[in-house]
C-alpha cells in the first residue's frame, strides 16, 4: 500500500477513536487487515477493539455491516490520518460509486483527542455518530463517557446484534 506523504508527526500522541465496516467481500478479514494496516503508521498503535457488531445499512440498501470502533493513540495530526485511512480503504478495494455505497472497508475517524475539527474534508466529532447505533453501541463499549445516553436510546429501535466480544482482534491489537 502507498500512503501519502503523512507530513511531520505531533509532539504528543492523540487518542483516537476510528469506526470501522465492511459489508462486501470477506468482512471480518477487512477489518482485521484495517487494523493491522493501522497499526503500522507512524507514530500510531491501535490500543483496544470493540466486540464486532452486525448492522442493518442506514439510508442505504445492500447487504448487512460488520462494525467495530478502534482506539487508537496516534501522533499524525487529523488531516494526515484522514490521508491514510483512504489509503488503506482504498487498497482493501474501497469504490465510491453513490453517496451511501456498499463497500469492501469504511473507516471513519469518530473524535480525535477532543478536537473540533470542520473542514471540507473533515469533520470531528464526526457529524452523523448519533444518528447511529452501529457506531454508539461498539464506541460505548470502549468509551462510555464518549456517548451520550440519550442518543444511544434514540438509536435503539436500530437493527444491531453483537456477534463476537473484544477478543475477534487480538491478533492484530497493540493492547
Known amino acids: 500500500m502507498n500512503l501519502p506523504d503523512l507530513g511531520e508527526e505531533g509532539e504528543r500522541p492523540a487518542l483516537v477513536y476510528v469506526g470501522l465496516g465492511a459489508n462486501l467481500g470477506e468482512r471480518e478479514a477487512a477489518l482485521r487487515n484495517a487494523l493491522a494496516a493501522i497499526g503500522q503508521l507512524p507514530g500510531t498503535r491501535v490500543t483496544r477493539v470493540s466486540p464486532l457488531y452486525g448492522s442493518a445499512p442506514v439510508d442505504a440498501g ?5 462494525n467495530a470502533v478502534a482506539e487508537l493513540t496516534t501522533a499524525l495530526a487529523p488531516q494526515p490520518l484522514l490521508q491514510a485511512l483512504q489509503s488503506i480503504e482504498q487498497a482493501a478495494g474501497r469504490q465510491r460509486p453513490y453517496r451511501n455505497a456498499p463497500r469492501t472497508l469504511d473507516l471513519d475517524i469518530l473524535w480525535f483527542g477532543g478536537q473540533a475539527i ?15 447505533a452501529f457506531v454508539l453501541r461498539p464506541l460505548a463499549d470502549l468509551a462510555p463517557e464518549r456517548v451520550d445516553a440519550a442518543a ?6 436500530q437493527d444491531i446484534h453483537r456477534l463476537e466480544g473484544p477478543g475477534w482482534a487480538d491478533a492484530v491489537v497493540g493492547g
Not at 470542520?118 to 447511529?132: C, G, I, Q
Open 152 to 157: 444511544l436510546q434514540a438509536v435503539a429501535s
Open 118 to 132: 470542520d473542514t471540507p474534508e473533515l469533520t470531528v466529532p464526526h457529524p452523523r455518530m448519533a444518528e447511529r
Open 62 to 66: 445492500g447487504p448487512d455491516y460488520l
